[in-house]
């Protein structure tokens, strides 16, 4: 995954839960898995059955490496294949030798598999546990009974996956609208913190520029409140027209908005925003209003927080307004001092 899907990662994510409370579970997965399945796994060894013993305990130290790697380095050791491979592999195995007294174990790793695993991983998976545990099993059953249990195991895994499916599609939904403007589709204020933070550390050499639409409360007071609304829908909607995927908007409140850009300097910044604002003003508008924007540019510099780097684009912007309107400011003054460094209210 490159630097620019890790910035929105987060948001496509296939996971069912967030990254603590995957944790969590990830943590309580390994624990029962270590009462039952090292038991199990030396109790084969002692009665003959070395190889089902040993891929059993094989299992059991790849998943402890990986939940290890998960919660403490926040990077799979070397990802769930083998864990995922050495316990199908066991359950077939367990099941080939014991017969049915080992067919019940396949319900709760069924469900297991599809909770914690990305959808077309634990389809593969569970369609495999069917066809091999299925196969395993009936050397050691009438053909009827193995079908109910084909047949209960494809319901369990059918019903499973589509719980999961319902349950990933309305988080989805939900995170969508609890990081996103419901107007405008930007990104809101809430959100601002933690991506300032992502790209600062992951692109040193970014810039934000502080955007305000010029003289809007006179677009308001002349053509209502209804034209204003439309007014801030369509420029945003020229925004993201014209800036790259990998930039990042957000609305922090009435017309003002925010721009980040992920790898580009301040004068490369200033010439796109140069560009958008071109582009805006160009855009017909409601009633034939006139609409232009001002902006203010500031790269990140090394060690500052990000209410200072969002402040002296709040200052730079100001000089765009002292200077007339529809300009785009650099940020060319000293550090804010203490007495300026008052955070901006939508990063508290």
């Known amino acids: 995954m490159d630097k620019n899907h890790k910035l929105q990662a987060d948001h496509h994510t296939d996971a069912i839960l967030d990254i603590r409370r995957q944790k969590q579970v990830l943590k309580f997965v390994a624990a029962t ?4 399945f090292v038991p199990i796994g030396i109790n084969n060894i002692l009665i003959g059955e070395i190889m089902l013993g040993a891929i059993l305990l094989s299992f059991e130290i790849t998943l402890l490496l990986e939940v290890t790697a998960i919660v403490y380095k926040r990077k799979g050791f070397f990802g769930h294949t083998l864990p995922l491979i050495l316990l199908i592999t ?5 099941i080939h030798i014991f017969g049915t007294l080992a067919t019940y174990w396949v319900f709760p790793i069924i469900i297991s598999v599809v909770f914690l695993l990305p959808s077309k991983i634990a389809l593969s998976a569970n369609i495999t546990l069917l066809i091999g545990c299925t196969i395993a099993a009936f050397p050691h059953q009438h053909l009827a009974t193995t079908s109910r249990y084909a047949f209960s195991l494809l319901a369990t895994a059918v019903i499973a996956h589509v719980i999961v499916q319902a349950i990933k599609r309305l988080q ?4 969508y609208l609890s990081e996103r403007d419901s107007m405008t589709g930007a990104l809101n204020r809430h959100e601002l913190q ?3 933070e992502n790209v600062s550390n992951l692109y040193p050499t970014s810039a ?3 955007i305000d639409i010029d003289n809007f409360k006179n677009v308001n007071d002349q053509y209502g409140h209804d034209v204003g609304d439309k007014v801030i829908k369509q420029v945003v909607g020229v925004i993201y027209r014209h800036m790259e995927e990998s930039d990042l908007l957000f609305r922090l409140g009435g017309d003002e908005f925010l721009l980040i850009f992920p790898q580009k300097d301040q004068f490369s910044t200033k010439k796109a925003m140069i560009y958008i604002s071109q582009h805006v003003k160009q855009t017909q508008y409601p009633e034939g209003a006139l609409v232009t924007i001002s902006s203010g540019v500031a790269q990140f510099l090394a060690s500052e927080n990000m ?8 200052i730079a912007l100001y000089q765009s ?5 529809d300009k785009v400011s650099l940020f060319s003054g000293p550090t804010p001092s203490d007495k300026q460094k008052e955070t901006p ?4």
């Open 33 to 36: 898995t270590l009462i039952f």
């Open 90 to 94: 066991s359950i077939i195995m367990a």
């Open 172 to 175: 989805k939904e939900l995170r």
């Open 194 to 196: 933690t991506h300032l």
């Open 208 to 210: 934000v520029a502080l």
């Open 307 to 314: 209410e200072n780097w969002v402040k002296r684009a709040d």
């Open 321 to 325: 307004k002292h200077n007339g309107r």
């Open 345 to 348: 209210s939508y990063l508290r």
